[in-house]
């Protein structure tokens, strides 16, 4: 039997490190979608220019992980799955954000037991999202 590891913060947004740590993971995974060619179809479903889906998931990760919700303050509602109806996503785009942040996790030095559970959160959201079969 696993024993799971006991947070001595009372939010995921503060076990991260808060707004300076949210940030700091939300740049490597667009950069890291920049850099590697493994999350190729990932950065095409994005369009030339990142800036304002780098703000739009800080803002959306702060409140998520139990922040401040500047996500729903400027924009409403997140509908997630109603929002990224315009972009094709399937296995392979589910598999790759995935990924991409578990990589960006690891290189921003997430602490292991958040880690792994952002990471099952994230894999069952963005399969969620997807509205494609493969």
């Not at 060619?37 to 409140?63: I, T």
């Not at 315009?86 to 598999?95: L, V």
Request: proline share 7%; aromatic share 12%.
């Amino acid at each position: 039997m696993q024993i799971e590891e006991k947070s001595p913060f009372d939010t995921p947004f503060e076990w991260i490190g808060g707004e300076p740590r949210v940030k700091l993971l939300v740049d490597r995974f667009y950069d890291l979608m920049d850099l590697e060619p493994g999350y190729a179809e990932l950065r095409a479903a994005h369009g030339p220019e990142l800036a304002n889906a780098r703000e739009r998931l800080f803002m959306f990760l702060c409140g998520w992980l139990g922040g401040p919700d500047y996500y729903v303050e400027k924009h409403g509602h997140p509908r997630l799955r109603m929002r990224h109806m315009p972009f094709s996503i399937g296995i392979k785009e589910r598999d790759q954000w995935v990924a991409c942040m578990d990589q960006a996790m690891g290189e921003t030095e997430v602490p292991e037991g958040l880690r792994t559970r952002l990471k099952n959160s994230f894999f069952q959201t963005a399969d969620w999202m997807r509205n494609k079969g493969v």
